[in-house]
């Protein structure tokens, strides 16, 4: 059974930092790409970053590059979001998802994800 488990949300005040955890189950990284999204308040879900381990490309939407970094840990099956440099536009719902025979590119954000994680909740305070 494939899973992924979302982790790390919290509030935390305007410039600081929390880091995101997806802990994946069911499936190897190599077959899948794997995505941050996240939803605000009142807005449609976007994508953020994303990963794939099969050639190691990462992607990063604009308001995220520079100040956030996904990277992967094998071992642990988990990808991580850290995220730096938080704003108060930053708050939503956190999620990851899994892409089948996916590439990470400026594309991967439209594609219909095969697998969901359930959300966490990322509050930033100003």
């Known amino acids: 059974e494939v899973q992924l488990q979302a982790s790390g949300g919290g509030l935390v005040q305007a410039g600081g930092s929390l880091t995101l955890s997806c802990v994946v189950s069911g499936f190897s990284f190599d077959d899948y790409a794997i995505g941050w999204f996240r939803q605000a308040p009142g807005k449609e879900r976007e994508g953020v970053a994303c990963f794939s381990n099969s050639d190691g490309m990462t992607d990063y939407v604009d308001s995220a590059r520079g100040r956030f970094t996904i990277t992967s840990d094998n071992a642990k099956s988990t990808v991580y979001l850290q995220m730096n440099s938080l704003e108060p536009e930053d708050t939503a719902v956190y999620y990851c998802?899994?892409?089948?025979?996916?590439?990470?590119?400026?594309?991967?954000?439209?594609?219909?994800?095969?697998?969901w994680g359930k959300g966490t909740l990322v509050t930033v305070s100003s």
């Open positions: 998802a899994a892409l089948y025979i996916g590439k990470c590119s400026p594309d991967f954000y439209s594609y219909d994800m095969n697998y």
